[in-house]
């Protein structure tokens, strides 16, 4: 990072007398920042003399909803202005650390993969299985994975119950909590645990990372590149970061570490919401202690698949903000730095965002088909002011998301929570709400038709208003013609997000596959009795099936049973198969077989959780696809261009073909890109970096043979072995 963008205060994270070391807003950034807020202040001043006095009402409402913007605007900018830097102390010898993970009814096989990756962390723990099911087939899954198990005979409070029924029968001075789809990071552990050397420090809350990449809450910008974004990106890559530089970043449930001795303080974990962990968080900084958030994904769960499941998670988590909020007061509570006061403050308002939407929404309706306007005049006077204001309100809240923010797809979840945040309202007046379990699982909850009524409602209501809006105004000439070409173009851009939205939702509520298949290319052979072995590629991989890309010099039908051998950086997995489909690539009588999809046929336990274990619990398909949630804003691209360097775009995506490499005396098996501007290579086993190497490749036109130079870029840690990247030069 250059000097503008970085300044630290050179001390420790978690001194006593310092806060964490920290990256400021840039000052491009900064003066873009000023600007918008004089010319806010001067738009916003000015804006109760337009009010209409036949519609005072509308007009203030109108304004309401303005204002409520530019108060969430003003929290945000103090929040992000610093972003923590966190760099992990090593972590200290001998701490008893007990691993929560609590279920209900999650599938067997989720909470199997949770508690596998959970129990082979690397530093010493005992993992207990919560189950508040009090089903036999978890019982039998912790006795055959070697953790603790613990049931009870009342469910009381839910999952807190449950959590602080296990603080009763385990010592552990920390306790790490996982949900029952989270997948820790083997080094988890080591990367938590040296923030406890402060005595002060409550608890260390990682990001909440999801794997399942076509979730209802992740977009895939552009095809042939992985430039993949969800929907709390910018929660977690910048608001917790913001939060942590006051003290204030929030406990969120899950991927964190506490410290018993807090929690016995404040009396376990709170049960007094049904967003337990935020109620928890703010009990224990009322009490003076300290909280860190650790910025690197350690762990990975399952993001709600479909609109249903996205809708219902985010109505609990309002209606537990409001009960938080009706329990402890907030802004006038005891025990709180007034910065902690704005940090929880902003997380509350977030739930009244729903009430500023609806005006938004439905505006411009009330407008074209009353004739009645929120302002007395639409003029130039009005758009001099009103235009400029909101475009700096779009380019700050860019620079201030650092690359992380997507104001347009942003606008598409506003739209499609805006109804369950007022739904959610009711949990300020409501003292008992039932917790509801979010289900990860793909494909169920129906087609979410009913979940987006409100959102084809608002579709509805602004598509229909254009029209008659228009034979109204032929009829009774009520608005001046500005006026009605603006709440037109206002109603047509509502109508053309709502439209975006469902088409999207309807793509997202049926899943033809049950578990999530990982784009991570390896190298693997593919047997048929009776032919020789063919090297390939396999890739879109789950425990269910597979695709298997190579030269196939023989006819597969469906049906057809195969033997494929999975080459990983810890063996080769040789697992039964049965072809389900073929993919056909060329035209005529160039035709030919390009892939085949085919479902494993698992012959013990042990073999699949081979596979499970190195698939789930990493980053490995973020690395080898070079995923990027970042973007530049139009700030640094503005600075790249006048320095000469060109757009900054994500470097497509390669593709793949197996190889077997040698250097000296090593060999291993290897991919190797083709066709892309760099050649790059992932081994499998690591070779001498900067010694040459031989290559067979192998791909549909036969075997090359390349010799190069293999220089080490990065290595990738999985649950198992790393593997290697490497740049090729001189072939």
Same mark, same amino acid.
Request: hydrophobic content about 45%; proline content about 5%.
């Given at each position: 990072?250059?000097?503008?963008?970085? +300044?630290?205060?050179?001390?420790?994270?978690?001194?006593?007398?310092?806060?964490?070391?920290?990256?400021?807003?840039?000052?491009?950034?900064?003066?873009?920042?000023?600007?918008?807020?004089?010319?806010?202040?001067?738009?916003?001043?000015?804006?109760?003399?337009?009010?209409?006095?036949?519609?005072?009402?509308?007009?203030?409402?109108?304004?309401?909803?303005?204002?409520?913007?530019?108060?969430?605007?003003?929290?945000?900018?103090?929040?992000?202005?610093?972003? *923590?830097?966190?760099?992990?102390?090593?972590?200290? %010898?001998?701490?008893?650390?007990?691993?929560?993970?609590?279920?209900?009814?999650?599938?067997?096989? $989720?909470?199997?993969? +949770?508690?596998?990756?959970?129990?082979?962390?690397?530093?010493?723990?005992? *993992?207990?299985?919560?189950?508040?099911?009090?089903?036999?087939?978890?019982?039998?899954?912790?006795?055959?994975?070697?953790?603790?198990?613990?049931?009870?005979?009342?469910?009381?409070?839910?999952?807190?119950?449950?959590?602080?029924?296990?603080?009763?029968?385990?010592?552990?001075?920390?306790?790490?909590?996982?949900?029952?789809?989270?997948?820790?990071?083997?080094?988890?552990?080591?990367?938590?645990?040296?923030?406890?050397?402060?005595?002060?420090?409550?608890?260390?809350?990682?990001?909440?990372?999801?794997?399942?990449?076509?979730?209802?809450?992740?977009?895939?910008? /552009?095809?042939?590149?992985?430039?993949?974004?969800?929907?709390?990106?910018?929660?977690?890559?910048?608001?917790?970061?913001?939060?942590?530089?006051?003290? =204030?970043?929030?406990?969120?449930?899950?991927?964190?570490? $506490?410290?018993?001795?807090?929690?016995?303080?404040?009396?376990?974990?709170?049960?007094?919401?049904?967003?337990?962990?935020? !109620? *928890?968080?703010?009990?224990?900084?009322?009490?003076?202690?300290?909280?860190?958030?650790?910025?690197?994904?350690?762990?990975?769960?399952?993001?709600? =698949?479909? %609109?249903?499941?996205?809708?219902?998670?985010?109505?609990?988590?309002?209606?537990?903000?409001?009960?938080?909020?009706?329990?402890?007061?907030?802004?006038?509570?005891?025990?709180?730095?007034?910065?902690?006061?704005?940090?929880? !403050?902003?997380?509350?308002?977030?739930?009244?965002?729903?009430?500023?939407?609806?005006?938004?929404?439905?505006?411009?309706?009330?407008?074209?088909?009353?004739?009645?306007?929120?302002?007395?005049?639409?003029?130039?006077?009005?758009?001099?002011?009103?235009?400029?204001?909101?475009?700096?309100?779009?380019?700050?809240?860019?620079?201030?998301?650092?690359? #992380?923010?997507?104001?347009?797809?942003?606008?598409?979840?506003?739209?499609?929570?805006?109804?369950?945040?007022?739904?959610?309202?009711?949990?300020?007046?409501?003292?008992?709400?039932?917790?509801?379990?979010?289900?990860?699982?793909?494909?169920?909850?129906?087609?979410?038709?009913?979940?987006?009524?409100?959102?084809?409602? $608002?579709?509805?209501?602004?598509?229909? =208003?254009?029209?008659?809006?228009?034979?109204?105004?032929?009829?009774?000439?009520?608005?001046?013609?500005?006026?009605?070409?603006?709440?037109?173009?206002?109603?047509?851009?509502?109508?053309?997000?709502?439209?975006?939205?469902?088409?999207?939702?309807?793509?997202?509520?049926?899943?033809?596959?049950?578990?999530?298949?990982? %784009?991570?290319?390896?190298?693997?052979?593919?047997?048929?009795?009776?032919?020789?072995?063919?090297?390939?590629?396999?890739?879109?991989?789950?425990?269910?099936?597979?695709?298997?890309?190579?030269?196939?010099?023989?006819?597969?039908?469906?049906?057809?049973?195969?033997?494929?051998?999975?080459?990983?950086?810890?063996?080769?997995?040789?697992?039964?198969?049965?072809?389900?489909?073929?993919?056909?690539?060329?035209?005529?009588?160039?035709?030919?077989?390009?892939?085949?999809?085919?479902?494993?046929?698992?012959?013990?336990?042990?073999?699949?959780?081979?596979?499970?274990?190195?698939?789930?619990?990493?980053?490995?398909?973020?690395?080898?696809?070079?995923?990027?949630?970042?973007?530049?804003?139009?700030?640094?691209?503005?600075?790249?261009?006048?320095?000469? /360097?060109?757009?900054?775009?994500?470097?497509?995506?390669?593709?793949?073909?197996?190889?077997?490499?040698?250097?000296?005396?090593?060999?291993?098996?290897?991919?190797?890109?083709?066709?892309?501007?760099?050649?790059? $290579?992932?081994?499998?086993?690591?070779?001498?970096?900067?010694?040459?190497?031989?290559?067979?490749?192998?791909?549909?036109?036969?075997?090359?043979?390349?010799?190069?130079?293999?220089?080490?870029?990065?290595?990738?840690?999985?649950?198992?072995?790393?593997?290697?990247? #490497?740049?090729?030069?001189?072939?």
């Amino acid at each position: 990072m250059s000097t503008e963008e970085t +300044t630290t205060t050179g001390k420790r994270p978690g001194d006593a007398d310092s806060r964490p070391d920290s990256e400021p807003l840039p000052i491009g950034a900064k003066l873009l920042v000023i600007v918008y807020l004089v010319v806010a202040v001067l738009y916003l001043g000015w804006r109760p003399s337009t009010f209409n006095p036949q519609a005072m009402t509308f007009s203030v409402i109108v304004y309401a909803a303005e204002l409520f913007g530019f108060l969430v605007s003003l929290i945000h900018l103090f929040m992000t202005e610093r972003l *923590t830097l966190r760099v992990p102390p090593p972590a200290p %010898p001998g701490l008893q650390v007990d691993v929560f993970v609590p279920t209900i009814n999650e599938p067997v096989e $989720m909470v199997r993969r +949770t508690l596998m990756a959970a129990a082979r962390m690397d530093y010493p723990h005992v *993992t207990w299985l919560l189950d508040d099911g009090n089903r036999r087939e978890m019982r039998l899954l912790a006795d055959e994975l070697g953790c603790r198990y613990l049931t009870r005979a009342k469910n009381t409070h839910a999952k807190a119950g449950n959590l602080n029924n296990a603080l009763k029968h385990s010592s552990g001075e920390l306790v790490a909590f996982f949900d029952a789809d989270h997948a820790p990071r083997r080094d988890f552990l080591l990367r938590t645990l040296g923030y406890f050397s402060d005595e002060k420090t409550a608890f260390v809350q990682t990001p909440q990372d999801f794997f399942n990449l076509d979730s209802f809450e992740h977009r895939r910008e /552009k095809k042939g590149e992985w430039q993949v974004w969800m929907e709390q990106t910018f929660f977690w890559r910048v608001i917790q970061r913001g939060k942590d530089y006051w003290n =204030a970043a929030f406990f969120c449930g899950s991927c964190a570490v $506490m410290r018993r001795s807090a929690l016995e303080e404040i009396g376990g974990i709170a049960t007094k919401s049904v967003t337990e962990d935020l !109620l *928890t968080s703010l009990r224990l900084h009322k009490k003076g202690w300290r909280s860190v958030y650790h910025a690197e994904p350690l762990a990975y769960g399952i993001a709600p =698949a479909n %609109p249903q499941e996205y809708v219902k998670q985010r109505r609990r988590w309002g209606l537990g903000a409001m009960q938080v909020w009706r329990s402890e007061g907030v802004v006038f509570t005891r025990g709180l730095t007034l910065a902690q006061r704005i940090c929880y !403050l902003s997380t509350l308002l977030t739930y009244f965002d729903g009430w500023q939407k609806l005006v938004f929404y439905a505006a411009p309706a009330v407008v074209l088909l009353s004739g009645t306007m929120p302002v007395a005049e639409l003029g130039w006077p009005f758009l001099l002011r009103f235009i400029p204001y909101y475009v700096l309100v779009f380019l700050v809240f860019e620079e201030m998301a650092r690359g #992380y923010g997507r104001s347009l797809l942003i606008e598409q979840y506003n739209l499609a929570r805006f109804f369950a945040f007022l739904q959610s309202m009711a949990g300020f007046f409501r003292r008992r709400v039932r917790f509801a379990v979010t289900d990860k699982a793909a494909g169920n909850g129906g087609d979410g038709r009913a979940q987006m009524m409100p959102q084809a409602t $608002m579709l509805a209501v602004n598509a229909a =208003a254009i029209p008659l809006g228009i034979l109204l105004q032929m009829r009774m000439n009520w608005l001046p013609q500005g006026a009605l070409l603006a709440n037109i173009a206002w109603a047509l851009a509502n109508a053309t997000l709502a439209l975006i939205l469902l088409r999207f939702q309807r793509g997202r509520s049926h899943f033809q596959r049950r578990e999530y298949r990982f %784009p991570v290319p390896l190298p693997a052979r593919l047997s048929v009795a009776g032919a020789p072995a063919i090297f390939g590629i396999i890739d879109d991989i789950s425990s269910e099936g597979f695709l298997f890309y190579g030269q196939f010099g023989q006819a597969l039908e469906p049906g057809a049973a195969v033997r494929v051998g999975i080459f990983s950086p810890a063996s080769v997995l040789d697992v039964d198969a049965t072809v389900r489909s073929l993919r056909y690539g060329g035209e005529g009588e160039e035709r030919y077989v390009k892939a085949l999809g085919a479902s494993f046929q698992w012959r013990s336990r042990e073999e699949r959780d081979r596979l499970d274990v190195f698939l789930y619990g990493s980053d490995v398909q973020w690395k080898i696809n070079r995923i990027d949630e970042r973007r530049p804003t139009l700030l640094q691209r503005l600075r790249r261009w006048l320095g000469g /360097k060109g757009d900054d775009r994500p470097e497509a995506v390669p593709h793949w073909a197996p190889a077997i490499a040698h250097a000296g005396e090593v060999s291993t098996m290897a991919i190797v890109s083709i066709g892309a501007e760099e050649d790059e $290579m992932i081994a499998l086993r690591s070779l001498p970096s900067g010694a040459p190497v031989n290559l067979s490749v192998y791909t549909r036109r036969g075997v090359s043979r390349l010799k190069g130079v293999a220089d080490l870029q990065e290595t990738i840690a999985t649950p198992t072995q790393s593997m290697h990247h #490497y740049k090729l030069s001189n072939l």
